[in-house]
């Protein structure tokens, strides 16, 4: 049991990524649902794509939560938020192309076990 708890921590990203996920998606999803509902009370079009913005973030926070916490799914909720957050101008696609990177790179255990080339 320890073994395996010690191999899913190594392939688990820092906690600190998750935290930032945890925070940006809070911020970002609060901003555009107060934004949302204020412009869905004056009756133009803004309302419901802020509200959709705001749904986009939902996978973000639970991922985010779930990768501190240490659980093997908050990997994937990350992975599937940097996706849809590629297209929130200027913080997500930095933070998505880091996430990518850090998720998707060869963990440095599976890079130690590769036979030398020639």
Request: proline share 8%; charged share 15%.
């Given at each position: 049991?320890?073994?395996?708890?010690?191999?899913?921590?190594?392939?688990?990203?820092?906690?600190?990524?998750?935290?930032?996920?945890?925070?940006?998606?809070?911020?970002?999803?609060?901003?555009?649902?107060?934004?949302?509902?204020?412009?869905?009370?004056?009756?133009?079009?803004?309302?419901?794509?802020?509200?959709?913005?705001?749904?986009?973030?939902?996978?973000?926070?639970?991922?985010?939560?779930?990768?501190?916490?240490?659980?093997?799914?908050?990997?994937?909720?990350?992975i599937g938020a940097s996706l849809l957050n590629v297209i929130v101008i200027p913080v997500g696609p930095l933070l998505s192309g880091y996430?990518?990177?850090?998720?998707?790179?060869?963990?440095?255990?599976?890079?130690?076990?590769?036979?030398?080339?020639?």
């Amino acid at each position: 049991m320890a073994a395996q708890r010690s191999t899913l921590r190594q392939r688990l990203p820092s906690p600190a990524l998750g935290s930032a996920w945890l925070v940006y998606s809070v911020l970002i999803g609060l901003t555009a649902l107060y934004l949302g509902l204020a412009a869905a009370a004056e009756g133009n079009g803004l309302g419901a794509q802020l509200v959709l913005l705001t749904a986009i973030q939902l996978p973000g926070a639970a991922g985010g939560w779930g990768v501190v916490r240490g659980r093997e799914w908050g990997r994937s909720g990350l992975i599937g938020a940097s996706l849809l957050n590629v297209i929130v101008i200027p913080v997500g696609p930095l933070l998505s192309g880091y996430t990518l990177w850090a998720l998707l790179r060869t963990p440095p255990r599976a890079r130690d076990k590769r036979p030398p080339s020639e």
